[in-house]
């Protein structure tokens, strides 16, 4: 998974060229946090406990996820 994420972020970077990329990390985990979420969701029958306990974050903190993502 690691090599993808690393050829997937080169690539970006190659793309944007000469164009000043601000806040990537951010885009990168939204890019990636919102369908992780959404697909341990759809796992566990949107049950957020246990989503929560799959993704190691307390159930606060998936419900501030979700939120910020519109997953609600």
């Known amino acids: 998974m690691a090599r993808s ?7 970006y970077l190659h793309m ?10 951010e885009l990168v985990l939204t890019e990636v946090e919102a369908p992780l979420i959404e697909s ?4 566990t ?10 993704l190691g974050l307390n159930r606060g903190t998936l419900r501030k ?7 609600l």
């Open 5 to 11: 994420v690393k050829a997937a972020v080169k690539e």
């Open 16 to 25: 944007m060229d000469d164009q000043q990329e601000t806040d990537l990390y």
């Open 40 to 43: 341990v969701l759809e796992f």
């Open 45 to 54: 029958g949107n049950n957020q406990s246990q989503t929560a306990s799959i």
């Open 65 to 71: 996820k979700l939120h910020k993502y519109g997953l």
